[in-house]
């Protein structure tokens, strides 16, 4: 699987030997921060078959079956701190739409902050983790993509709302194709971060979120509202029923209630 990611990455590529596959691994978020730690290079890229233990946002599991998905985190260096980097959220999930796009033909939405979705269900999710030392911000970008799976592969909790690119585009798609686009869509976002207002006009245009009806839950509260946008800092702007509007930022809340989809 490994020579055949390798060969449908352009000649040369700069990320090409520095790909790292796993027939099997807990989860590949948690083996890159260890590697970050152990002074991996920005532009190491780590791919399983299967994850024991695969994570999502806000403690949740990500489901992922031998042969059935691409799970891959990608270890980024930048001089930058974490303030600078606040939109590196959105520049992935941009970049990962780029990359199923040119795979498969079919571009998908972004619910906020980054699950990628089409037709109401939920094709990927993505988990950015920070690493902050005292020069350098390190960043792993982890990617789970559906690929492979029937309705009835996935677990009775989340049937009703995930998607694969199998179950939307009708038809297989090539995993290590796909993992290569990913590694270029990633190599070429890393390089370009530099570039925030082009990155946040592409994210608010695939954004699926603004103008829906949201249910936002902060600790015990649940406020109802509509997402009215997305600020310069990739938080999403929220009108309650109260008048109030605020910028809601990932991580601090859920959001729910969306297109009938409800992680
Ligand atoms: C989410 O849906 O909340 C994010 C899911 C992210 C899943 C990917 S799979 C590869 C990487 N390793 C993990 O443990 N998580 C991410």
Redesign the pocket.
């Known amino acids: 699987m490994l020579t055949k990611i390798q060969s449908f990455l352009p000649e040369g590529h700069l990320w090409q030997n520095q790909i790292i596959w796993y027939d099997e691994i807990t ?4 083996v890159a921060k260890d590697l970050i730690h152990q002074g991996a290079p920005h532009g190491t890229v780590l791919i399983a078959d299967r ?1 024991s ?6 403690g ?1 599991s ?1 489901v ?1 079956p031998a042969g059935q998905g691409v ?3 990608v270890i980024l260096r930048f001089p930058n701190t974490p303030e600078q980097l606040m939109h590196l959220t959105c520049a992935a999930a941009v970049a990962a739409c780029d990359a199923v796009e040119a795979v498969t033909g079919l571009r998908p939405g972004i619910k906020w902050t980054n ?1 990628l979705v089409y037709g109401g269900r939920k094709l990927a ?3 950015t983790e920070l690493v902050i030392a005292p020069t350098q911000t390190a960043a792993v970008i ?3 993509i559906n690929c492979a799976q029937a309705q009835a592969d996935f677990p009775e909790d989340i049937r009703s709302f995930a998607g694969s690119l199998s179950m939307v585009c009708g038809k297989s798609t090539d995993r290590a194709r796909l993992a290569a686009a990913l590694i270029e869509a990633f190599s070429k976002m890393a390089q370009s971060i530099g570039e925030k207002q082009a990155i946040l006009d592409t994210y608010r245009r695939d954004c699926v979120t603004v103008g829906k009806a949201v249910s936002v839950v902060r600790g015990d509260t649940l406020r109802h509202g509509t997402a009215v946008g997305i600020d310069d800092e990739g938080a999403l702007l929220v009108e309650f029923s109260d008048g109030c509007k605020e910028a809601v930022n990932a991580g601090e809340v859920s959001v729910r209630g969306m297109y009938g989809y409800c992680p």
Do not use: E, K
């Open positions: 989860s590949t978020n948690d994850q233990g695969g994570r999502g946002r806000m949740r990500f992922s799970y891959m985190s699950d999710g993505i988990l982890g990617i789970g």
